[in-house]
């Protein structure tokens, strides 16, 4: 699995970050542009508990899925793109989300090997379960 994560402040389509349904209409968008293929409709979840309110949005895609937290008091957004194989492009999809937002980036990190499965796999194959002890 790999993740690329991308965070920072928007100055185009500053708009949708407090716009459930422009922020999910924007992660199809985002999809298209990266060659991702979206499964099913992008679910918005509005966490009225922010300041006039912040959508986040997860958009299933064949590869994994897109998660956006926003953060409109600050101009701010989170974008995490998991994938169950590597991104090979990952500077081109970063670069694309960057024009797309006009983002300026504060935080930046491509994983392309990340792979949880087989170090749990390879960790717990010779225990037996249950683990309450351990946890």
């Keep these: 699995m790999a993740v690329l994560s991308i965070d920072g402040v928007v100055s185009r389509n500053e708009a949708m970050l407090r716009d459930g349904p422009a922020l999910a209409a924007w ?3 985002l999809a298209q542009a990266i060659g991702m293929h979206p499964v099913g ?3 918005v979840e509005p966490y009225a508990h922010w300041l006039n309110g912040a959508p986040s ?5 064949e ?9 409109p008091e600050a101009s701010y957004i989170e974008i995490t793109l998991h994938s169950c ?3 090979p492009n990952y500077l081109n999809v970063s670069r694309t989300i960057i024009e797309m937002l006009g983002l ?3 935080y930046f990190l491509y994983e392309e090997a990340r792979n949880w499965r ?3 796999i390879t960790a717990y194959a010779s225990r ?5 002890k351990e946890l």
Excluded: G, M
């Design 118 to 120: 087989e170090r749990a």
């Design 63 to 71: 590869e994994s899925a897109i998660i956006l937290h926003s953060y």
């Design 41 to 43: 409709s992008p679910i």
């Design 104 to 106: 300026d980036v504060r």
């Design 57 to 61: 949005v997860v958009l299933f895609i």
């Design 128 to 132: 037996s379960w249950p683990l309450d």
């Design 85 to 87: 194989k590597e991104i």
């Design 27 to 29: 992660s199809l968008e």
